[in-house]
């Protein structure tokens, strides 16, 4: 079942205080204290898709979600849309949306927030109608998101039931990343792969190291 808010605080924190079985959503116009990685804000105006939804554990979940959210988007513009390790979906030079994943004792939520419609919400960000994509009209919000909403949803279904090595090959065709020259906190190197349990492998030069978390930019 998708719930739909007006406004909450966060979709995340909302689907956790619910207890909502599996594969329940929540869907918010608007978040006023949206959420992303490492506590930082995400800002969450009106004509964006801000989403909840509880699922599985998984190691490689941020993963899944991205893709997921990714796949579901990408009729919707001409653009090619990309991922980038471990959490963001990248577009015409921007971010377009990213993936929020959080586990309270044996409940796991994948938030999902993606900039659709209006004014990149902070710089270096982009939207689908920026891109030159849009969703299809609609009465309303609701209208409007729910097909998005439910194609996002049966998609990370079906891949969640995917074997690790068979996921990862689909993910690797969209990272935008490998090959590139990247920075991280406390080094810098060349993006080589994601390795078998989702870590990315760069190319420092000292070696090879493996990062399993933190922020990766484009040095």
């Given amino acids: 079942m998708i719930y739909w808010l007006e406004s909450v605080d966060s979709t995340n924190r909302c689907l956790f205080a619910r207890r909502l079985p599996r594969w ?3 869907v918010a116009r608007e978040q006023t204290a949206g959420r992303g ?3 930082r804000s995400w800002e969450s ?3 964006g898709l801000y989403m909840s939804v509880v699922v599985e554990n998984d190691s490689l979940l941020p993963l899944r979600a991205g893709l997921a959210a990714r796949d579901a988007l990408q009729p919707h513009c001409s653009v090619r849309i990309g991922l980038k390790w471990p959490n963001d979906l990248l577009c015409a030079g921007g971010k377009l949306g990213g993936i929020l994943c959080e586990i309270d004792g044996e409940l796991a939520v994948a938030g999902i927030g993606l900039n ?3 004014e990149p919400p902070i710089e270096g960000a982009t939207t689908l ?3 030159g994509g849009s969703l299809p009209p609609a009465a309303n919000w609701q209208a409007r998101l ?3 909403t439910t194609a996002i949803i ?7 039931r995917l074997p690790a090595p068979e996921f990862l090959a689909r993910y690797r065709v969209h990272e935008q990343l490998l090959g590139q020259p990247v920075a991280w906190e406390g080094g810098r190197g060349t993006a080589l792969a994601v390795g078998d349990d989702g870590a990315l492998e760069v190319r420092t030069a000292d070696g090879t190291e493996r990062l399993h978390a933190g922020e990766v930019s484009l040095a």
């Fill in 45 to 47: 105006p009106v004509g």
């Fill in 146 to 148: 729910e097909p998005l």
């Fill in 24 to 26: 329940d959503a929540l």
């Fill in 129 to 131: 109608e920026a891109a």
């Fill in 37 to 39: 990685r490492r506590g």
């Fill in 154 to 160: 049966a998609r990370l279904r079906e891949l969640v």
């Fill in 116 to 118: 659709l419609a209006g």
